[in-house]
């Protein structure tokens, strides 16, 4: 039966690593009676962290799916009167920067987000990264302080970090009763009540109990700035503020509230300890209240790739079909699983759709409703809902699925390159064809993984966003895959850049008895034009010095020489080159010589275009004890960091830095000797920057030793 769009939510759940996403999610499915036992992360039993990797290391790897009802609204566990069932579909994702690509491609098709915080250590690195994310996306978000429960946890000061660090419009709508190990309710700031949770039934149900007398004044304060703020947004509530604030229900504040955060003016803060279970039910009251329906999104727009005109389609079943392929994950009973959200339009299992990247049709065999790693067959999906499909031959991360009358390409989705690799070898030639084939549907997976040929040495080089992401596909080709491998040491993905305009004349020859090989081109090469991505290629060449039909093989042996750069092999991103001038052969020039002299001649300008070696550079943020700091600053210095600042946090002294990658293995176990063990670290990626000469004469080196 259909639903009624407005009461649907499809969310995500996001924060940096160990805020306590998963638990939280545990809860909600919990209280949502999708699961009658609420699965720890500890136990490494939680529901959501499915895989064997998740359940050892106690973290998210892969974002997973799932579905559950909420009936809202309810009084002290009750549904009133008016009460609804509300769908959600919610996405938690992991909080480690080497997964970011999970929370990346969730955000892309979600409509709302809670994003976690930790009471005690506030915005973190990692939040600071999908913060951004969600920005990009223009995701409306609810912010909910974690971990209420923990000693040093303060909401307010988080609420403050959140408007400072964040630059977002953070208002707190409830109050903490109690701090720490005595967290046991809140003060609902619109309602403006008092709410105590029982202990003995999970958090389920909770008193009213009057505001106790020591928070009435601050209770007020923050009352008359939360009223403040949202007749600031509401015009039409803030004649009635100036008049009598008083006079503004409770109705008209959640009614305003709603229209600022679909907005993204005003987010919402909330507290509670997911662990204690204490503050959930009251979060899933605010997701149905504030965070939009795919029916309070605007129309997605795509472009109609027959007539490259701009194209809508609005969140109707009646609209032609449209999806987005956001994920693709190999399940061992079912196959491959592209996972996607319908954006218009209905789909139903056994049906034909467009893949409007490959322009080819793809039968979807069937189609399943997520919970994790199960799967629930359903018969169709229908506009604004989220689900996976099977049968199909080739879908990708960011493919537009369409109705084959009216194709549409919506907007894919970016993602960061790899910035470290590792050499990987078979440990018997029995699994030589097995590695291939796992490597290649690892990549399909994860946009962010890659599978190469070294040409220099032959080796397969696997590369990946970090230590950990490589070590998780490592340990999956063992136990998904069944393929053991011998792994070399970590090595940086260093790039390869042209930094100067180079006019050159290349000439290919070759003459071996009968027909020859010729082909001259003189072009410029230098640095792309600021925002392109790629080989930017034109030609100036007018009358026919070289025939239009060989154009086409000389762009194409430029775009190909770009994946081994000139100096050491590592590819270069973008450049521009322009084809000026040049000479042909009647009987000896062909297309392939072209192609072979625009490679040569990528090489063969190098130094005069002066290519350098880029290394990825990281953004550092170390958390340290006050004592410690002189050394650790040091220490930076002498890894060629570059501080960019250093400020207090939670009785601790952070330091914020950007370091090269090369200089940071092992850097974790440096740390804890600095430290005896009590300074932290997170590293995420920054940018690429220019090698110093000397480091890269040593790469250069380094990749001719391994040529020779």
Not at 499 to 509: D, F, L, M, S
Not at 565 to 570: H, I, N, V
Request: glycine share 8%; hydrophobic share 40%; with cysteine.
């Amino acid at each position: 039966m259909a639903r009624d769009l407005k009461y649907t939510r499809n969310i995500g759940i996001a924060a940096h690593i160990d805020a306590g996403k998963t638990t939280t999610t545990e809860r909600i499915l919990f209280y949502t009676g999708v699961s009658h036992k609420i699965g720890e992360v500890h136990d490494g039993a939680s529901t959501m962290d499915w895989m064997e990797q998740e359940a050892e290391r106690g973290i998210t790897i892969t974002s997973a799916a799932t579905t559950c009802d909420w009936t809202f609204p309810k009084e002290n566990g009750e549904p009133t009167a008016e009460a609804v069932d509300y769908h959600f579909n919610i996405i938690d994702t992991p909080g480690h920067v080497d997964f970011t690509v999970e929370v990346n491609r969730s955000l892309r098709v979600l409509d709302g987000l809670v994003f976690l915080f930790s009471a005690v250590d506030g915005v973190e690195p990692q939040s600071e990264t999908n913060w951004r994310l969600a920005d990009n996306y223009k995701v409306p978000r609810i912010g909910f302080v974690n971990k209420m429960d923990r000693q040093g946890s303060d909401f307010l000061e988080v609420c403050q970090q959140v408007k400072d660090m964040l630059k977002s419009n953070a208002v707190p709508i409830v109050l903490n009763i109690g701090e720490e190990e005595d967290f046991r309710g809140i003060v609902d700031l619109v309602k403006n009540r008092a709410i105590v949770w029982h202990d003995d039934n999970f958090g389920s149900t909770f008193d009213v109990v009057a505001i106790p007398e020591e928070m009435k004044e601050e209770v007020r304060k923050h009352r008359a700035f939360l009223i403040e703020e949202v007749a600031s947004y509401d015009e039409n509530l803030l004649e009635k503020f100036m008049e009598d604030e008083d006079s503004i229900t409770e109705e008209e504040v959640h009614a305003a509230l709603r229209a600022a955060v679909m907005d993204m003016a005003i987010i919402p803060m909330i507290c509670g300890s997911s662990f204690k279970n204490k503050g959930v039910q009251f979060l899933l009251d605010a997701v149905c209240r504030y965070l939009p329906s795919p029916m309070d999104r605007e129309s997605v727009i795509g472009v109609n790739p027959n007539t490259d005109k701009e194209e809508r389609r609005r969140p109707d079943i009646k609209e032609p079909f449209a999806a987005l392929a956001f994920k693709i994950a190999t399940d061992p009973f079912v196959g491959r699983l592209a996972f996607f959200r319908a954006y218009s339009g209905r789909l139903d299992a056994g049906s034909y759709i467009l893949n409007n990247r490959s322009g080819k049709k793809e039968r979807i065999s069937r189609i399943y409703q997520m919970h994790a790693n199960k799967q629930i067959a359903i018969d169709y999906i229908e506009a604004g809902d989220i689900g996976a499909a099977v049968g199909f031959k080739d879908i990708k991360t960011g493919d537009t699925m369409s109705d084959e009358k009216h194709p549409i390409v919506l907007e894919s989705m970016d993602f960061p390159d790899p910035v470290i690799g590792i050499a990987v070898e078979p440990k018997t030639k029995a699994d030589v064809d097995k590695l291939g084939m796992a490597l290649s549907k690892l990549a399909e997976e994860d946009p962010t993984f890659t599978a190469r040929t070294d040409e220099n040495s032959g080796q397969t080089i696997i590369s990946g966003m970090g230590e950990l992401h490589l070590d998780i596909i490592v340990d999956r080709l063992r136990r998904e895959f069944k393929v053991e491998v011998n792994q070399g040491q970590p090595q940086v993905e260093y790039k390869e850049a042209i930094t100067q305009v180079a006019e050159h004349r290349e000439v290919y020859k070759k003459q071996s008895g009968g027909r020859g090989k010729f082909a001259d081109i003189v072009f410029t090469i230098g640095p792309a034009d600021e925002g392109v991505v790629g080989l930017q290629f034109l030609s100036t060449i007018k009358g026919g010095n070289v025939p239009k039909e060989f154009i086409p093989s000389i762009e194409k042996g430029f775009k190909m020489a770009m994946v081994n750069g000139p100096l050491a092999g590592y590819e270069v991103d973008s450049m521009k080159v322009t084809l000026k001038d040049g000479s042909y052969h009647d009987v000896d020039s062909d297309q392939l010589s072209f192609e072979l002299a625009a490679k040569l001649g990528f090489k063969n300008s190098a130094k005069a275009a002066k290519a350098v070696i880029l290394e990825p550079i990281m953004k550092l943020e170390v958390i340290t004890p006050e004592e410690n700091m002189g050394d650790i600053v040091g220490d930076l210095n002498r890894r060629r960091g570059q501080l960019s600042d250093m400020g207090d946090r939670a009785g601790a002294k952070t330091v914020k830095a950007t370091v090269p990658l090369s200089e940071m293995f092992g850097y974790v176990t440096t740390l804890r000797t600095l430290s005896s063990g009590r300074a932290t670290s997170t590293m995420e990626f920054s940018h690429y920057a220019e090698t110093p000469s000397n480091i890269s004469e040593e790469v250069i080196k380094a990749a001719k030793g391994t040529e020779s």
